[in-house]
T-cell receptor
Framework: NAGVMQNPRHLVRRRGQEARLRCSPM?????VYWYRQLPEEGLKFMVY????????ESGMPKERFSAEFPKEGPSILRIQQVVRGDSAAYFC???????????FGQGTRLTVV | EDKVVQSPLSLVVHEGDTVTLNCSYE??????LLWYKQEKKAPTFLFML????IEKKSGRLSSILDKKELSSILNITATQTGDSAIYLC????????????FGDGTTLTVKP
């Protein structure tokens, strides 16, 4: 049973471009969470999704950021018109249910140049 | 707003030493406190604590929750260089199960 898979592992974008980060949850997991980790900081919650639904997006910046978890395929975190401040590690976690342990992916390190 | 504060921010010890990492929290309707170990990759789950005073143990690592003091400690005995990592503490509220609020972590360096 593969763990949570994130790709790409490293992504470099120029300012103004779009970044798409993908997360495939563990088999059997229908709950996905995205976190952002800035250098020297802990993980900050961004969004919690179940299949086709956004449950809690209270940590998402109001503009340029969006997330989806379609019926088929991975969850996508999309950042439009990236800026230098978006440079961070973005982690995805998945769980089987709302009250069960979450497992983290390896993260995508986004660098905006 | 939920809040987690970890101390110390960083710690350097020698192999064989025992370390204690601290986590204090503020959360409305506490559900659980979690400890993770983060090396240069994904955070890996260590413990989930929900009840006060019950120690959870895994090898040389142990953790305990004090709901009265709104805090938890993570102990590592007989440290090894492989214990070098960032240790993250997180809390979950009942209303927001699945959404963890993380502290900034304690960076532990174990020297040979």
């Amino acid at each position: 049973n593969a763990g949570v898979m994130q790709n790409p592992r490293h992504l470099v974008r120029r300012r103004g471009q779009e970044a798409r980060l993908r997360c495939s949850p563990m088999k059997g997991h229908s709950h996905v969470y995205w976190y952002r980790q800035l250098p020297e900081e802990g993980l900050k919650f961004m969004v919690y999704l179940q299949k086709e639904n956004i449950i809690d997006e209270s940590g998402m910046p109001k503009e340029r950021f969006s997330a989806e978890f379609p019926k088929e395929g991975p969850s996508i975190l999309r950042i439009q018109q990236v800026v230098r401040g978006d440079s961070a590690a973005y982690f995805c976690a998945s769980s089987e249910g709302k009250n069960t342990e979450a497992f983290f992916g390896q993260g995508t390190r986004l660098t905006v140049v | 707003e939920d809040k987690v504060v970890q101390s110390p921010l960083s710690l350097v010890v020698h192999e064989g030493d025992t370390v204690t990492l601290n986590c204090s929290y503020e959360v409305t309707n506490f559900r659980s406190l979690l400890w993770y170990k983060q090396e240069k990759k994904a955070p890996t789950f260590l413990f989930m604590l929900t009840s006060s005073g019950i120690e959870k143990k895994s090898g040389r690592l142990s953790s305990i929750l004090d709901k009265k003091e709104l805090s938890s400690i993570l102990n590592i005995t007989a440290t090894q260089t492989g214990d070098s990592a960032i240790y993250l503490c997180a809390v979950e509220a009942i209303a927001n199960a699945g959404k963890s609020t993380f502290g900034d972590g304690t960076t532990l360096t174990v020297k040979p």
